[in-house]
């Protein structure tokens, strides 16, 4: 199960964490990303890390995002910084098990989370 908490309302430049709790067994091979999805538009890939702490993040949020992990409880983070309005979207954290090539594409993701909302104001 995962769950994402810390969505809100900033104004552009502001930072926010989002965080996703995710409770069950984990396999030593697992990979987990944040996506987001804006109205009227599909769902992206914004960044996402193997187990081995690995990662990769989409051009639009490289060095202004950061995902972590906390290595005891498994809790995904998810830090942005100078946020846009072009941010502004429900994002969601996924969890895939063995081994994929690609970690930013959605198909490879089989457990989702309800997803927060970030608004971005200008």
């Known amino acids: 199960q995962l769950m994402e908490s810390g969505g809100g309302s900033v104004q552009a430049g502001g930072s926010l964490r989002l965080s996703c709790a995710r409770t069950?067994?984990?396999?030593?091979?697992?990979?987990s990303a944040w996506f987001r999805q804006a109205p009227g538009k599909e769902r992206e890939a914004v960044a996402a890390?193997?187990?081995?702490?690995?990662?990769d993040y989409a051009e639009s949020v490289d060095g202004r995002f950061t995902i972590s992990q906390d290595s005891a409880d498994k809790t995904l983070y998810l830090q942005m910084t100078g946020l846009q309005p072009e941010d502004t979207a429900t994002y969601y954290c996924?969890?895939?098990?063995?081994?994929?090539?690609?970690?930013?594409?959605?198909?490879?993701?089989?457990?989702w989370g309800q997803g927060t909302q970030v608004t971005v104001s200008s």
């Open positions: 890390m193997r187990a081995d702490g690995s990662s």
């Open positions: 996924a969890t895939g098990y063995g081994w994929v090539r690609r970690i930013l594409v959605s198909d490879n993701y089989r457990f």
């Open positions: 069950g067994h984990f396999s030593t091979e697992y990979y």
